[in-house]
């Protein structure tokens, strides 16, 4: 049953809309049920969402039939990041509570993370001190990504380049962060 009900704004729409235009340079690919954009901060290689386009409110806002897309869509992305990264495994993660818009949290997982962060989850990591995307830094993994999910008959043409609209001093909107967990969370929402 899809939920009709007008929704306020939140910065997934808007990021939503930044890579629709082109201006959003966290974009790697975009995929039937949304985008496949990094994250702001970078504390894993590769850590990225899957944003849904329309965006909806929640999982549950969706039809059964697009409810679906999203989920394979999702765990498709995780085959690709599974293949270009090397990474031992792949985290899945749906709040929303932040921001109340559909995302999902797809994260890479390796061997060699520190330790206590390689048994725990993803929101144990300083996400402050983690390094912020940088398109230059990130462009080869973008690229693999783009090719291995366009080679899965995953991904769609997109109009644009990443980025390519953005224009001197502009930038896009972050996406949500994950929800503070724990008491020595530093203000992560």
Not at 66 to 81: N, T, V
Not at 148 to 169: C, H, I, Q, Y
Request: a positive charge.
């Amino acid at each position: 049953m899809r939920n009709e009900k007008q929704e306020p704004e939140t910065a997934i729409h808007r990021q939503v809309a930044a890579a629709r235009a082109g201006r959003d340079p966290r974009v790697a690919a975009r995929l039937f049920s949304g985008w496949v954009v990094f994250g702001e901060r970078q504390f894993v290689r590769g850590y990225v969402l899957l944003l849904p386009d329309p965006v909806v409110p929640s999982l549950n806002a969706l039809s059964a039939q697009e409810r679906g897309q999203f989920l394979l869509d999702m765990a498709r992305l995780g085959d690709a990041l599974l293949k270009v990264t090397n990474a031992l495994r792949i985290n899945y993660a749906i709040f929303g509570n932040a921001e109340p818009a559909l995302h999902a949290h797809v994260i890479p997982r390796y061997a060699d993370e520190p330790q206590p962060q390689r048994v725990q989850h993803p929101w144990s990591y300083d996400w402050e001190a983690a390094p912020r995307f940088e398109r230059g830094a990130h462009q080869e993994l973008a690229e693999q990504l783009r090719r291995e999910l366009t080679r899965m008959g995953v991904a769609k043409p997109m109009r644009f380049d990443p980025g390519a609209n953005a224009g001197s001093g502009a930038h896009a909107e972050p996406a949500a962060k994950p929800p503070a967990s724990s008491p020595g969370d530093t203000g992560r929402r």
